[in-house]
Structures are given as C-alpha cells and as structure tokens.
C-alpha cells in the first residue's frame, strides 16, 4: 500500500516537471527550425498527374513526361520554416503565381515566387502560394492531366494535380 502511494506521488512530481510530457490543456511551446532557412534541395517534382514540373527557356511552366530533361531540375531554396521559392536550373526561371492564379517563370525573385510546402499525408507535397488568394481559399500549384499549368483558383488541397513528389536528382 505504501509503495503504491509512492509510486503515485513520484508519479505525480515527474509529471510536472519541466520538459515532461504536457497535459491537453498546456499551451503549446513553440518550435525553432532555424537549421531548415536556407536550405537548398535539387529536386524534380514529379506531378500524381505523372509529369515533371519544368519551366522552359521562354519562362512558361508546364508538364513533360521526359524524366531526363535538364529543365525540369529544380532549386527548392527553403526561405523561411514551411516556405520555399522554386527555381529552374537550366532557364534560371523562378515558378511564379499571379493575382489571378497564373503560373509563370520569372526572371527575378518578387514575394510571388514563394510557396507554402506542405507534406500532406500521402507523403506529397503541395506548394500553395503564400501572397495570394481566391475567395480566402489558398491557390495551389498544379498540373491538369495534359501537362498544363492549372489556374491556382481552380484548385484545392484535395486534388490529385496539386500533388507533387519531390524526386532526388541523379
């Protein structure tokens, strides 16, 4: 009996203490990932579309189904924890979304080349722009099924086109 009210009260003490697990009710600490800034990833982003994402030298950005092709490597640069800016090796474009949901290259980095990457639970990722909206909801990056670039305010989280798995660079 005696050991059991011990082991309650020791119970008790180490549940409280600091770095201890945190009840429900606990606000939350918030996290520091200041090793992920400035991160940079070589990476071809292969669409569940079955696409590569590549922009070419005239600054458009569509689908190609060659997985060689030296414009579909892209430079994911982590710009701060959970956004990335997008750019093409080989035309030196950066993927851009307008007000209106366009994607296009872009010669120099503007607040319109960064993106929200989000690991979605499937092990994808999605890429919603970080400046602009349609109707409060978030514009994705996205690839229709002919390798198109989908407009942003078409899009959601949910669909298949926004999906994108980052494929290493051999």
Known sequence: MRRRLWLGLAWLLLARAPGATRTPSAPRRPRSYPHLEGDVRWRRLFSATHFFLRVD????????????????????????????????????????MNHRGRLYGSRLYTVDCRFRERIEENGHNTYASQRWRHHGQPMFLALDRRGGARPGGRTQRHHLSTHFLPVLVS
Do not use: C, M, N
């Open 57 to 96: 030298p005239g600054g458009r950005v569509q689908g190609t189904r060659w997985r060689h092709g030296q414009d579909s490597i892209l430079e994911i640069r982590s710009v701060r924890v959970g956004v990335v800016a997008i750019k093409a090796v080989s035309s030196g474009f950066y993927v851009a």
